[in-house]
């Protein structure tokens, strides 16, 4: 029994220095060696204890506690450990691990793993890591008394405690290079998803500026990180990008079929029919642009709840709220202004045809021009028509304000 124990103190001596780069338990910085080991030895010797597959494990394990215990910062644990593929992990660790073990003690041991003894202290290894202590002890008393001294005295061995000694003083760089690699493959999945988003954004406002909606036919995919909060965020962002560029194309296409240009041709403001024709298109471009602001407003509202919803620390919730709270008054201030000029401009569209329909009859279209009765009718015309430009251009203002003000947005998600 005493044989037993020896081996299976060893055992977990090797098991805690297996999982301790998964903790934050802290450790001495070891001082790497100055004739370190090949990197393809060390690889072998970790494919042989299966260290490769048990940090693996450790990681998946600690990936699945900690969704237990923080469900603000669930990882999906299928996206999450893409990367850390067994043979990822091994070369990784290896050239960590091979810093610390001399290049003859790393030779000598892979000779002592490939022997008999060595492949059988392997095998118990292994049904400890699968199969637990009991088992393997079970095992290890199943051997001969003369074969369970060899294995303790392998696992005395220089060579074999040089392996150990080298896990133990690799620990802290270990635990630092898989923190910083796991940073790393999260920072550039978030990096592709946001790229993604400024990508369909920029084409976004690019059709905008050259009045191109029609040409635009955004992808309905984004990249997934497996941070579940930034991915149900990003989500989110995406369809309600999406969805203005869904209503933007129907705006779009629904005031170019308006052809609100032709209301004020002289040739509509002296017949019948132009006369009806008009004041039919301006009722159509008042139900238009009253629809499309309730649907844009329903559209912020659904976006504000719903990413209320999203499980997430309080610190990216506050930081989320308060970079929507400055977006979106500064777009409802402009929308609110576009909106009162848009206003202002049918409503003096439908004074220019009131005006044409009192007078209709006295109004002539001769040689391209207008023609008033009178004068009084003339100057109304044109201050009417005068103020209809100045609506116009400040219509044009706002809009080229409000498309600096997406574009400098999209330049600072750029850099986040």
């Not at 118990?124 to 890591?129: A, F, K, L, N, V």
């Amino acid at each position: 029994m005493n044989e037993g124990r020896i081996m299976m103190s060893l055992y977990r001596l090797l098991t805690v220095l297996i999982l301790s780069g998964m903790t934050l338990i802290a450790s001495a910085a070891g001082i790497p060696i100055s004739n370190p080991a090949r990197v393809e030895d060390v690889q072998e010797i970790l494919r042989i204890f299966a260290f490769d597959q048990k940090i693996k494990t450790a990681i998946r394990r600690e990936v699945e506690n900690s969704n237990n215990t923080k469900p603000e910062t669930y990882l999906d644990p299928e996206i999450y450990l893409r990367p850390f593929t067994v043979e990822a992990i091994n070369l990784r660790m290896s050239v960590v691990v091979s810093k610390y073990i001399s290049n003859d003690y790393a030779q000598k041991l892979l000779k002592d793993l490939s022997k008999p003894i060595g492949k059988i202290s392997t095998r118990i290894d292994r049904e400890e890591m699968n199969r637990g202590s009991d088992v393997a002890k079970s095992e290890f008393m199943k051997l001969s008394p003369a074969d369970r001294k060899a294995v303790n005295d392998f696992r005395s061995s220089a060579n074999y405690l040089s392996f150990l000694n080298a896990l133990k003083n690799s620990t802290d760089e270990r635990k630092e290079m898989v923190g910083q690699w796991a940073k790393e493959e999260m920072q550039g999945r978030a990096n592709l998803a946001r790229k993604v988003i400024a990508e369909m954004t920029a084409q976004y406002l690019k059709a905008e500026q050259e009045d191109k909606m029609e040409s635009l036919n955004p992808s309905d995919r984004i990249p997934l990180t497996g941070l579940r909060y930034f991915d149900q965020e990003a989500r989110l962002t995406y369809e309600y990008l999406r969805a203005n560029i869904k209503q933007s194309k129907k705006y779009s296409e629904e005031i170019k079929s308006l052809d609100l240009a032709k209301v004020l041709k002289a040739e509509s403001l002296t017949t019948r029919q132009g006369l009806e024709n008009s004041n039919l298109t301006v009722l159509s471009a008042e139900n238009i642009f009253s629809n499309n602001t309730k649907h844009f407003e329903s559209l912020r509202t659904a976006y504000g709840e719903a990413s209320q919803r999203i499980v997430m620390p309080q610190q990216q919730r506050e930081e989320i709220i308060a970079g929507n709270k400055s977006s979106t008054e500064r777009i409802f201030d402009l929308q609110i202004r576009h909106d009162e000029q848009l206003r202002i401009f049918l409503e003096l569209v439908k004074q220019v045809l009131s005006l044409c329909e009192n007078r209709f009859g006295k109004i002539k279209f001769v040689d391209n021009t207008l023609h008033f009765e009178t004068d009084a009718d003339l100057k109304q015309y044109n201050d009417l028509i005068k103020r209809i430009n100045v609506t116009v251009q400040a219509i044009k203002d706002l809009e080229k304000e409000d498309l600096e003000y997406r574009t400098q947005a999209l330049e600072t998600f750029k850099k986040k």
